[in-house]
T-cell receptor, first 115, second 114 residues
Framework: AQSVTQLGSHVSVSEGALVLLRCNYSSSVPPYLFWYVQYPNQGLQLLLKYTSAATLVKGINGFEAEFKKSETSFHLTKPSAHMSDAAEYFCAVSPQDTGFQKLVFGTGTRLLVSP | DGGITQSPKYLFRKEGQNVTLSCEQNLNHDAMYWYRQDPGQGLRLIYYSQIVNDFQKGDIAEGYSVSREKKESFPLTVTSAQKNPTAFYLC?????????????FGDGTRLSIL
């Protein structure tokens, strides 16, 4: 079964510092990958998606992620953190062998941004 | 603007009571999903539907039921058989059988036990 591992349930950065949120997936066939952001008491908002067109994917709010097949990773980065980036981030994989679009989510990483 | 509307935002359940969470979408999506979110566990799939009048169990369907009588609507009932219903419930929709398209989410319903 496909799975997603997000290392670190909490990540703390200072405003202006680099943001790096890690995501590794397990799959024999490269799946489609997504990053979502969730603000408190809200639903999930799509940040970006990997669909095999390009390995470096740019998303909203200055975030980007790089797909590395050799490392089975899809880490999310942002060069300079803003206070407004404080939220929970979820990596998800969409396997292509389930008969429907089943998203398998990681357990999430809460990003804390300090002034 | 198109989107997904979930109601109510907060819901309280008494012992032995069934409660129904509403989910409506105007994105013209065929596929709809219900997820349960618990702290530290990510999102887990309860039920999904790819077409009107058809739905399938997800990974944690016990104690829940759904219906899909209209394309726009996919209500979730949390029955008294669900012994630990306290969670944040999220509804989503997507283009059917399109693995590279994202799911769109509502703003959730938080269910608590009285």
């Amino acid at each position: 079964a496909q799975s997603v591992t997000q290392l670190g349930s909490h990540v703390s950065v200072s405003e202006g510092a680099l943001v790096l949120l890690r995501c590794n997936y397990s799959s024999s066939v490269p799946p489609y990958l997504f990053w979502y952001v969730q603000y408190p008491n809200q639903g999930l908002q799509l940040l970006l998606k990997y669909t095999s067109a390009a390995t470096l994917v740019k998303g909203i709010n200055g975030f980007e992620a790089e797909f590395k097949k050799s490392e089975t990773s899809f880490h999310l980065t942002k060069p300079s953190a803003h206070m407004s980036d404080a939220a929970e981030y979820f990596c998800a994989v969409s396997p292509q062998d389930t008969g429907f679009q089943k998203l398998v989510f990681g357990t999430g990483t809460r990003l804390l941004v300090s002034p | 603007d198109g989107g997904i509307t979930q109601s109510p935002k907060y819901l309280f359940r008494k012992e032995g009571q069934n409660v129904t969470l509403s989910c409506e979408q105007n994105l013209n999506h065929d596929a709809m999903y219900w997820y349960r979110q618990d702290p530290g566990q990510g999102l887990r799939l309860i039920y999904y539907s790819q077409i009107v009048n058809d739905f399938q169990k997800g990974d944690i369907a016990e104690g829940y039921s759904v219906s899909r009588e209209k394309k726009e609507s996919f209500p979730l009932t949390v029955t008294s058989a669900q012994k630990n219903p306290t969670a944040f419930y999220l509804c989503a929709s997507s283009i059917v059988n399109s693995y590279n398209q994202p799911q769109h989410f509502g703003d959730g319903t938080r269910l608590s036990i009285l």
